[in-house]
């Protein structure tokens, strides 16, 4: 499944998604408060990576954040730019984000990496640790499961995550995993989210001298 093809079947149920689950209303609120506090404890600019329709940009600008929505789906773009014209939105990809090194406060990827294969995840959070300065944060939010398996997603084929094996490739990337959540409510699939930092080289060297 190319990047094109999942840009394709999107834009083909962009509306049908938008009603389902493409506003903020339709989100739990544990994710609203999670999201809200993780952006609220970070500086400087943040990239809503898979911004979808843009409602969690949207949601970030409205809480204070500099925040830019980037999707993968031009039809998603459109969408967001007519739904939040105050926000900045544009076309993207997750493994090329376009943004300076190290010039990012924090990158959020709410459901953006779930229909990446093991390897594309890995590409995608190499280049998030590329854009984040030391010591800013990542959000990821997933499906989580027992095994890292692939399962037939309503659009397109998906993954389930175990949360330690995302977090020893959130490591391999340059990012050190913060804290943990874990949902599963009754029609829904298993939920996880994955706050992080980038690691910070000069601050190991800073404890390795004091010690």
Known sequence: MTTADVSHAYSQRADEYVAAVGHIEAVHPADLELVREWAAG????LIDAGCGP?????????????????DLVPTFISQAKARYPGVPFRVGTLD????P???????????????????????????????VWPGGGLL??????LQLESFPHAVVPAYYWPIEELSRRLSAAGFETVETHSRVG???????AIAARRFDH????????AS
């Open 42 to 45: 970070l500086e400087g600019e």
């Open 140 to 145: 990821l939010g997933f499906f989580e499961g």
């Open 54 to 70: 843009g409602h969690w940009t949207s949601f970030l600008q409205d809480h204070g954040a500099s925040v830019e929505g980037v």
């Open 186 to 192: 009754p029609g829904h699939r298993p939920h996880g």
């Open 101 to 131: 090194d190290a010039s990012l406060g924090g990158i959020l990827a709410w459901y953006s990496i779930i229909h990446m294969t093991p390897a594309e995840v890995a590409a995608a959070l190499r280049e998030f640790a590329r854009c």
């Open 202 to 209: 000069s601050q190991k060297d800073e404890n390795a001298h």
């Open 96 to 99: 090329d984000l376009k943004a």
